[in-house]
């Protein structure tokens, strides 16, 4: 089982939270984009072994939606902070 | 037979001898598989039976069956919900159905009866669509409401009491159980008898790409010179394609099972419960086998959590409260790769010489004999194959994804 650091709360159970998916910013030219970049973008993932930035949300908590880096293979958080 | 047992037991004869050989790496092969599970094995063994193509190496990084072909719960069945679900599941279970037969093996099929429960009026309408599609494609299902449920199966609730009363069931005859390991043995004895060279603890580190087109796989135990190189490797198999400079649209999330206690025989079918999201069968032992949906994050762990067998037993206890007693004796994790339309992907890459048969999910254990039959045929003739062009890796690009809710531990 794993533990996760809210930046609001501190640490809590994960069945709290929601997991999110990793981390997968949007095109910054969102117009001009074209439709095959926006199908990887959509769709493709790293879905990589090793510390994945990542979404959770606080369900069962704050509320907040934010960032953390875990290992997918360990499963241990290694930070958690907010999205800027 | 029992006298020739005692005999063998005493001589130490073996009925067989090894299922499958130990070979040194070749310098190069015709083809290299990547992942010893059921879909590579399969595809080894119809490329060599059914095109001829036996300069074939299957490299597995543990054992054969390591990954989810040993540990799933071997549900079979073929009532999914879109046209090219079922036309496809159709086809591969036709082949388990003679697979004892061709094998000369006994792969203990059991086509005792499928039972995906309603709890809802949506998902009797979902069931009702199902129901016809299947009768269009021949996969054979119907719709039945609980006074046949419980003939069917006499210790569930059929009640009204329980928080998700059961509406009603869409009811595949056809579906049931088999042995995982069986099928993996199966196919790796064959293909090892037409000369494909199966090489366990051999784990792919690179695949070498030269102008767009592969040109060799490295592994722990050398260079292999080829141009044709199959990812089979399910819920790795975002690893092996990153190696190949290829990425797919796929997310590792285990799936865990678990066997309780053996009990005398009482529940003769499979019961399915989409909206609980929980699946039960007993197996031959008498253990009663039971599943759930994926974990809720993503990991390519493979530990079990108390939050499963909790959440499990919860919703078990609703369907059958006769199992308050029964004691839970081993529980499992094995590692499922999700595509965004919970559908497989087989077929081309961009990259030339480097084929794919991955996006497996909770649902590749009964698509293992199609799978390789027909991954084996375009490979064969470089060309895809009219029933698994749906599956297309560029459908994520043409805007025509499958959406297959009848998928296990996904549909609602
Ligand atoms: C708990 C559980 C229950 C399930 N229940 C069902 C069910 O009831 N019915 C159903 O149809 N499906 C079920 N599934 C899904 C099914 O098990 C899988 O979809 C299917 O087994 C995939 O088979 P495969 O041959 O593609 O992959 P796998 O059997 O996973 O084989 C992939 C192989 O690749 C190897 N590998 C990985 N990396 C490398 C490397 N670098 N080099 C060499 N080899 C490598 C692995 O060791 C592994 O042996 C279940 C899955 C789980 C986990
Ligand atoms: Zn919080």
Known sequence: MIQIDCPNCGMRNVNEFRFGGEYNPRPKEMMNVSNEEW??????????????????????????WFLAERHTKTNKVESAYLWD | MSLKLIKQALNGKRPLSRMWRHHDLKESYDVVIIGGGGHGLACA?????????????????????????GRNTAIV????????????????????????????????????????????????????????????????????????????????DVSDHPRYPILGALYHPRGGIMRHDAVVWGYAHHADRMGVHIHQLTEATGIEVQNGKVTGVQTNRGFIKTGMVHNATAGWSSIIADMAGVKLPIT???????????????????????SLHVYISQSDRGELV?????????????????????GLAGHMLELFPSL?????????????????????????????????????????????PSAGKRMAELIATNETPEMIRPFRLARFYENDPVGEKGAASVEK
């Not at chain 2, 490329?47 to 543990?62: P, S």
């Not at chain 2, 590792?252 to 989409?274: C, H, M, N, R």
């Open chain 2, 252 to 274: 590792t999330y285990p799936l865990q099972a678990l066997v309780t206690e053996p009990l005398k025989p009482f529940l003769d079918v499979v019961i399915v419960s989409g």
């Open chain 2, 77 to 156: 069945r073929s009532n999914y919900l879109t046209p090219a679900g079922v036309r496809f599941y159709d086809e591969s279970l036709k082949l388990y159905e003679q697979m004892s037969v061709e094998f000369d093996f006994n792969v203990m099929l059991s086509q005792r009866g499928h039972l995906t429960l309603a709890h809802s009026d949506g998902a009797m309408r979902t069931m009702r669509r199902r129901a016809e599609v299947n009768l269009l494609e021949g996969g054979e299902s119907s719709v039945i409401g609980p006074d046949k449920i419980k003939k069917l199966c006499p210790p569930l």
């Open chain 1, 39 to 64: 199908a990887d973008y959509v769709f493709l993932r790293e879905n990589k072994v090793g510390v994945q930035k990542e979404w959770w949300y606080h369900r069962a908590g704050c509320g907040l």
């Open chain 2, 324 to 368: 308050s007693h029964v004691r839970v004796m081993r529980q499992w994790a094995g590692l499922c790769d999700m595509t965004p339309d919970y559908s497989q992907i087989m077929g081309f890459t961009p990259v030339e010489g480097f084929v794919v048969d991955v996006g497996w999910g909770t649902y590749g254990f009964k698509a293992t």
């Open chain 2, 290 to 310: 039971m599943g759930a949906s994926v974990d809720p994050y993503a990991s390519y762990s493979m530990r079990g959590s108390l939050g499963f067998t909790e």
């Open chain 2, 45 to 69: 063994y119809y490329l060599a039976k059914e095109h001829g193509i036996t300069n074939v190496a299957v490299a597995e990084k543990h054992y054969i069956g390591a990954g989810g072909s």
